[in-house]
């Protein structure tokens, strides 16, 4: 399958503890982009990079994430010290560099479940 | 980037177009229009876009209007399937980046 990668599909854990997600794009693919989604809503922006630079990360939603794609390929998202509303699906998407016509293509998500 | 606005839900025959609208009347000259579905559970998929030109691919029809301010996705023959929440994104390129902001869509019911 050469689609957006994320792993794990489902992470439980309790408040206060530190989770890592990763997300593999398409190989070919120079910016990676992660969106966060509550249940009902559509996906919200967090951050995103091209190549290894973080390019846009103002839409964090607080000091306790962080995003990382140390050499240009996979990225990780972390959050630390989870709360009850950290509760969500997290997406991954990747796209080709080139204007304002590139698609982006999401994997099929983190879903993170505080206890 | 220009702001989207979708009917929040409607039904379709199994076997019949759906036809699904979006206005988006703040659209500027560089913005294409981008349609998304999401079935739940997963990730979106990408379904098609355009700038000005009508569009289609093996999924379905983008028709955007002359003025560009609205557009229609057409699936021309809906299945089961095809029951999803679509999402109509309108994105150009700026200097803070290329993500989509992504409203609340369309759900989509393919109804037997």
């Known amino acids: 399958d050469t689609g957006v990668s994320q792993d794990p599909r489902h992470k439980i854990t309790k408040r206060g503890q530190n989770v890592t997600f990763r997300c593999d794009p398409i190989?070919?693919?120079?910016?990676l982009y992660w969106y966060r989604q509550t249940l009902g809503q559509g996906p919200e922006f967090l951050t995103y990079?091209?190549?290894?630079?973080?390019?846009?990360k103002s839409r964090l939603l607080s000091d306790r994430f962080s995003a990382e794609r140390p050499k240009g390929s996979f990225s990780t998202l972390e959050i630390q010290r989870t709360e009850q509303g950290d509760s969500a699906m997290y997406l991954c998407a990747s796209s080709l560099e080139g204007g304002g016509g590139q698609p982006q293509h999401f994997g099929d998500g983190t879903r993170l479940s505080i206890l | 980037d220009a702001k989207t606005t979708q009917p929040p839900s409607m039904d379709c025959a199994e076997g019949r177009a759906a036809n699904l609208p979006c206005n988006h009347s703040t659209i500027s000259g560089n913005e294409y229009v981008y349609w998304y579905r999401q079935i739940h559970s997963q990730g979106p998929q990408y379904i098609i876009h355009?700038?000005?030109n009508n569009e289609t691919n093996e999924m379905a029809s983008l028709i955007i209007t002359e003025d560009r301010k609205s557009s229609t996705l057409i699936l021309p023959h809906a299945t089961l399937r095809d029951t999803a929440v679509y999402y109509c994104?309108?994105?150009?390129?700026?200097?803070?980046?290329?993500?989509?902001?992504f409203g609340t869509g369309t759900s989509l019911t393919v109804i037997p």
């Open positions: 990079f091209q190549n290894e630079a973080q390019l846009e």
């Open positions: 190989s070919e693919h120079n910016r």
């Open positions: 355009g700038l000005k």
């Open positions: 994104i309108v994105r150009g390129l700026t200097n803070t980046g290329n993500q989509f902001y």
